[in-house]
């Protein structure tokens, strides 16, 4: 136990692994746990408050809330960690390719490019380019995208500018370091370096940030989702359960709209107390990674 | 400190061109024409091809970039929204001070009670205010605040009707209950950025706190609030950049606020135009909150330049 503990650096950083295990558990076991279909309309059992049959109340379609925060948490993970990966992909080869090749025109490029398109403000974008875009099934040749995706895409393209700094920055130290200009002299190929020995070294910052980074996505997915540009109904996200929920604030129906916000806090508790930790334990000089969203 | 201001202008308004110019492209290259869009989708081809002829929608994609970059840097002007016959520059005009109404009060609210809660969580560490104030922290970026939002409606509107459930009552109805409407959107979008700021505000002064110089200080006597006073100076250096910045951002969750709160903002504006397929007035307020957002991490980098000199140099 306490090995685990320290692993997670220390007991808060614990209880956000735990959260986040015990959420994906629970949207990959949704089939099995989920108490009702989360699509199935039951005219008859129209905004019923909590109570032993749906723990969680019933929406103005009958539907089981339960049933749907429990579905619901598949398309937050799915954004929430999609995005994250999409902006490794692109990110994490231009960070150290710039920071790789300090003093430059790669590094020029590389950097000046992403620091333009990181003068572009997230929420905003995704929320216009998902507009401009269609929440429908986009064809891109071959391809189908569905709404799901783009966002998920556009919200990675967004976070590039940000993972890849973080990753410029430890490859510019790593690249000043002894063993660099060891394996340079024993006539090792730059590009081999840079990916067998440099990368490594780097991955304890990328790994800080893409946790944190999760609990930014599953509050803009949340975002993009209230506003009716993110998971389309009748699909169950958190998002646009609560967008859903709004009207029904002003007649206090209140299950409809504190369990989906509930889900959401805990999960992006879980995260960032879990990045916290992870933090702690990987990158300890650096306390102040956290910026605004 | 010229040379450095120089550059970064320069940076910015190469940036500004560079984002207006691929959300030109998205606003007009990739969406359907507004001719299929006025004239409807069953409209004869060259009924369409006549419209697009009378608005100059047939010319090259970049000669009317140049055109709309060209009206907007010399007169300021947006133009008039083919889709719906409006001005452009009316409708923001109309709905931007709404927002920076809303956002202004957030941003003071988030500023002055995060200085406070950081520094007294710094000066009494590890005593219960610090505990408590470090759970508000994770709390407090965790939780969304739409939801946050939602949640109060429900109990200080509707359940217990203190404050109004939406909308912004405007000041011509009087100063109070136009105070009244503010509260609960400008709490729910600052108390992110409250949490966010005490929490760097309360490790850097902590930093700050255990340097040899504040023990020196002490050392010769100097009463506590004046040595806190010098400590808080230094430590907000670093915080002073991520506050500007921070404003920027705001304009963003202000959009999600405004929603809940059914306030007739900037975010009226561009759902309205994204749901009207409207695109010249989605480019047009997306321009508008870019570039706010690029003048607030602008001056992000100025304050920091300026409170920290050594920066000036190794950047510029």
């Known amino acids: 136990m306490n090995r685990l503990v320290r692993a997670f650096g220390g007991p808060t950083g614990l209880i956000g692994g735990a959260i986040v295990v015990l959420v994906i558990a629970m949207a990959l076991l949704a089939p099995a746990i989920s108490p009702f279909d989360p699509d199935a309309v039951a005219l008859d059992r129209q905004l019923t408050p909590p109570d032993l049959l749906h723990w969680f109340g019933t929406d103005q379609s009958g539907r089981d809330i339960l049933s749907r925060v429990i579905w619901g948490a598949r398309p937050s993970l799915e954004i929430g960690i999609g995005s994250v990966l999409v902006s490794i992909l692109f990110g994490l080869p231009l960070g150290l390719v710039a920071g790789f090749n300090q003093g430059s025109w790669v590094e020029q490029v590389i950097m000046r490019t992403l620091d333009a398109v990181a003068a572009i403000p997230t929420l905003i974008w995704a929320i216009a380019v998902v507009g401009i875009l269609g929440v429908g099934v986009s064809q891109l040749g071959p391809l189908a995208i569905g709404n799901q995706t783009k966002v998920t895409i556009l919200l990675g393209l967004l976070y590039i500018p940000g993972l890849a700094r973080i990753i410029y920055v430890a490859t510019l130290v790593e690249a000043q370091a002894d063993y660099v200009a060891a394996r340079r002299l024993q006539g090792v190929p730059g590009w081999k370096i840079l990916f067998s020995d440099v990368l490594p070294n780097t991955l304890s910052p990328v790994i800080v940030h893409a946790t944190l980074q999760i609990a930014v996505g599953i509050i803009l997915e949340a975002a993009i989702s209230f506003v009716g540009l993110g998971v389309q109904p009748p699909a169950a996200s958190w998002g646009n359960m609560l967008a859903a929920s709004r009207n029904f604030v002003f007649s206090g129906e209140w299950w409809l709209s504190v369990f989906p916000g509930l889900f959401i806090s805990i999960t992006v508790i879980g995260f960032n107390l879990m990045g916290d930790g992870i933090r702690d334990v990987l990158d300890p000089r650096r306390k102040l990674t956290m910026a605004p969203a | ?316």
């Open chain 2, 1 to 316: 400190m010229l040379g450095f201001f120089l550059h970064r202008l320069g940076f910015s308004i190469l940036a500004v061109l560079m984002i207006s110019l691929i959300l030109f492209v998205l606003t007009a290259a990739i969406p359907e024409s507004p001719a299929r869009i006025v004239l409807g989708a069953d409209a004869p081809e060259v009924q369409v091809q006549q419209f697009e002829h009378e608005h100059g929608l047939d010319r090259p994609l970049l000669v009317r970039y140049g055109e709309w970059v060209d009206r907007l840097a010399l007169h300021g002007d947006f133009g008039t929204s083919v889709v719906t016959g409006l001005g452009m520059n009316e409708q923001i005009a109309e709905t931007l001070p709404v927002t920076l109404e809303l956002v202004i009060v957030a941003f003071v609210f988030a500023v002055v009670l995060s200085i406070a809660l950081g520094t007294a969580s710094a000066v009494f560490e590890n005593s219960w205010i610090d505990h408590a104030s470090r759970i508000f922290t994770v709390i407090g970026v965790s939780v969304p605040g739409f939801w946050t939002a939602l949640i109060l409606i429900l109990f200080f509107a509707i359940r217990i009707p203190i404050f109004p459930p939406g909308g912004i009552t405007p000041v011509s109805e009087g100063l109070g209950p136009h105070i009244m409407s503010l509260v609960l959107p400008a709490f729910c979008l600052g108390i992110f950025y409250t949490a966010v700021l005490s929490r760097m505000t309360r490790s850097s002064l902590i930093e700050v706190l255990g340097q040899d110089y504040i023990r020196t200080a002490r050392a010769t006597g100097l009463p506590r609030s004046l040595v806190l006073r010098y400590a808080l100076k230094n430590a907000m250096v670093p915080v002073v950049t991520v506050t500007s910045m921070s404003f920027g951002y705001m304009f963003g969750w202000a959009l999600i606020i405004e929603t809940v709160f059914n306030i007739a903002g900037m975010s009226g504006s561009l759902l309205n135009a994204i749901s009207q397929r409207d695109y010249a007035t989605v480019r047009a307020v997306v321009f508008v909150f870019t570039l706010i957002f690029l003048l607030a991490n602008l001056a992000a980098d100025l304050l920091n330049a300026w409170l920290n000199p050594r920066l000036r140099t190794v950047q510029a």
